[in-house]
């Protein structure tokens, strides 16, 4: 879903932003801009900043410096009920004491709003999120889910300019998440309002989001589509942070174009991958690549441009629709393989103990320095 | 039944026998015809009877009742507030040591509280010539610097167990700060103020030593006349004004702890 709605105009501007609890940065140095409509996300794990740069988009706290601009307007120091943008909080933070009604209906209250007027929008939100029954229910009455779309219904009544959501989905259960990120989307689709999503679960942000950020430790590591971030990761922090990778550790032995072989002694061999901008002879680096790259043989693959390692299958695990293969190679080193279970057999492809060749394309492997 | 629950079972009723018997004793005596409180003389009513003829009690039960009233009234105001301050708003200078010199006067032994308070208020009157008398204006004072130092906790406590995204979630639906207070944070801390009025009121309704120091002539508390009365021996209408009172304060913990338990179920 890379792109839905995006457009290049920054929307949001995050210039430069720090937050500073005592001596300790939460958020460091972070420049960011989102564009009108997005479904942004802000990936990493706990501790690493994203809450709390969320937070500061909020309002309800106020960075140590930087500026942060929504549709052109200087919102830095602008209190939370003053500024077009609405949350989802994690708890929810339903009204115990209102009815769900009540709890949609309380942003439009204090907008002022006349009491049809009010009436109508809350109805008509409920209803879009599919709780039109529900009105005069209390949220102790409610599943985890239906709490989730009061709170979904309560941020969007007032339609904000921008849509914050703190790890919507982590309080519902798989089945439930799956189905309420679609609908996540199609709403945001169709109010095309921009929502900035905080997550640390990284298929969550790859499903939902048109573009993510990768925090780490209060700094911006990477941003970009969900398929750049997975497919050319810059730093072996993303690379390890979303999804399986196997890392290799090793020696630039000579660079023809961007054409840049590596040595790696615990691989047992030569390991070939590109780059754009190739480091010089002799640095350290390391080459990524995804299990699901790597092609798994009985016999010795032919093509030459190809790494191709010899190994013998560790271990393997059957999981239906593909098969994962740890296969440790001549240099004691395990690689995590990936494959499809395009045919139906009942029996294995391979057993524990054979012996195997991996080879993945030159393409296919990432050459990280940092 | 094993010899070791028999044991616990033992040690449980000697427990609460040790609690409950001597209650027990003044309410069962309080329907004692004889004249000597320790005799039994066969059941009788007639000092309720004479309770109600007695002026002396019934104008110390009015202003005991008039003080405690004002009290749980000012203290739950007072309380409430200080426990928001010390749970909702970010860190100020000297949080700490404000939150805890709040539970000093629980600590503080009263005869200490009593006497500092004494003395505040004789240098006040030297000062300012007010308070002009002692009695129920500087009872209530007293009894309020000591009962919303409870109130204070109850809702600290409250406020502390409450998501404090509720009152986040008001502000950025476009809800002032002060608003917030009304529309969220007050209703749904209104079972532990209810708690705490009572509770301040039970306290304020029990206390003779605070009450004795800043009394002045004319003005007894319920507590300070029954404790005047027994100096002079136990006679059987002091039982009878100690069965109506337990009944009262029993009531009142009953109805606090039915409160509490309500709006915890609700919470959670």
């Known amino acids: 879903m890379a792109g839905n709605g995006a457009s290049s105009t920054p929307f949001i501007e995050i210039r430069d932003v720090s937050k500073y609890f005592g001596d300790f940065a939460a958020v460091d140095s972070v420049s960011l801009t989102i564009g009108k409509g997005e479904l942004f996300s802000i990936l990493g794990g706990s501790g690493c900043g994203k809450t709390t740069l969320l937070r500061m988009l909020a309002g309800f706290e106020v960075p140590t410096k930087g500026r942060i601009l929504i549709d052109g307007v200087d919102i830095t120091e602008m209190p939370p009920y003053e500024r077009p943008v609405n949350m989802m909080f994690q708890s929810y933070a339903i009204f115990p004491h209102m009815t769900v009604e009540k709890n949609v209906a309380y942003g439009l209250e204090k907008e002022g709003i006349p009491r049809e007027e009010i009436k109508r929008r809350v109805g008509e939100m409920l209803n879009m999120v599919q709780l039109g029954a529900f009105a005069a229910r209390k949220p102790h009455q409610l599943s985890g889910g239906q709490r989730q779309r009061v709170a979904l219904a309560r941020a969007l009544v007032k339609r904000p300019k921008v849509l914050l959501l703190d790890e919507p989905l982590a309080a519902l259960d798989k089945k439930l998440r799956e189905r309420t990120q679609f609908e996540l989307m199609s709403i945001q689709y169709k109010l095309g309002i921009t929502f900035v999503v905080v997550t640390h679960d990284q298929e969550e942000a790859m499903i939902l989001s048109s573009r993510i950020a990768v925090m780490d430790k209060g700094r911006l590591i990477q941003v970009g589509t969900p398929k750049e971030v997975y497919e050319y990761p810059n730093c072996r922090f993303v690379a390890d942070f979303i999804g399986n990778i196997n890392m290799f550790e090793g020696t630039v032995v000579d660079v023809d174009g961007d054409r840049v072989r590596v040595n790696c002694k615990d691989a047992g061999g030569e390991l070939v991958a590109l780059s754009d901008s190739p480091p010089l002879a002799g640095s350290a680096v390391c080459v990524a690549v995804r299990p699901e790259k790597i092609f798994i043989s009985q016999n010795e693959p032919e093509n030459s441009e190809d790494t191709r390692l010899a190994g013998v299958v560790e271990d393997l695990g059957y999981f239906g629709n593909l098969s994962l293969y740890r296969i440790r190679l001549e240099g004691g080193r395990i690689v995590q393989v990936s494959a499809q279970n395009r045919r139906r057999s009942a029996e294995r492809f391979l057993e524990w103990d054979d012996k195997v060749f991996i080879s993945w394309r030159p393409r296919s492997a990432v050459l990280l320095t940092d | ?268």
Not at chain 2, 22 to 49: C, E, H, M, Q
Not at chain 2, 121 to 148: C, D, E, K, N, Y
Not at chain 2, 232 to 237: F, N, Y
């Open chain 2, 1 to 268: 039944m094993k010899p070791r629950s028999r044991f616990i079972l033992s040690v449980l009723a000697f427990g609460y026998a040790f609690l409950y018997l001597p209650l027990a004793s003044v309410i069962v005596y309080s329907f004692n015809d004889s004249r000597l409180a320790t005799v039994w003389g066969g059941f009788s009513t007639r000092w309720y009877g004479e309770l109600l003829d007695n002026d002396q009690v019934l104008d110390s039960a009015f202003l005991s009742l008039r003080i405690a009233l004002t009290v749980a009234t000012l203290a739950t105001i007072f309380g409430t507030m200080a426990g928001m301050a010390l749970s909702r708003f970010s860190r100020f200078r000297g949080r700490t040591l404000f939150s805890g010199m709040i539970t000093s006067p629980m600590v503080m032994p009263e005869v200490i509280t009593g006497l500092s308070l004494l003395l505040l208020f004789v240098s006040m009157q030297q000062l300012v010539g007010w308070p002009a008398q002692r009695g129920f204006g500087t009872i209530t004072i007293a009894h309020t610097t000591f009962a919303m130092a409870y109130v204070a906790i109850i809702i600290q406590s409250r406020l502390s167990a409450m998501d404090e995204s509720l009152e986040e979630a008001a502000m950025d639906l476009g809800g002032r700060p002060l608003r917030v207070v009304f529309d969220i944070t007050l209703p749904l801390i209104a079972p532990a103020m209810i708690a705490g009025w009572l509770l301040a009121f039970t306290l304020s309704l029990d206390d003779l030593v605070i009450s004795s120091f800043v009394s002045g002539p004319g003005a007894s508390t319920l507590p300070m006349l029954i404790f005047s009365k027994v100096k002079l021996g136990v006679t059987p209408d002091i039982n009878a004004l100690a069965t109506l009172i337990i009944l009262f304060v029993s009531s009142g913990v009953l109805i606090a702890w039915w409160v509490s338990r309500r709006s915890q179920r609700q919470s959670a």
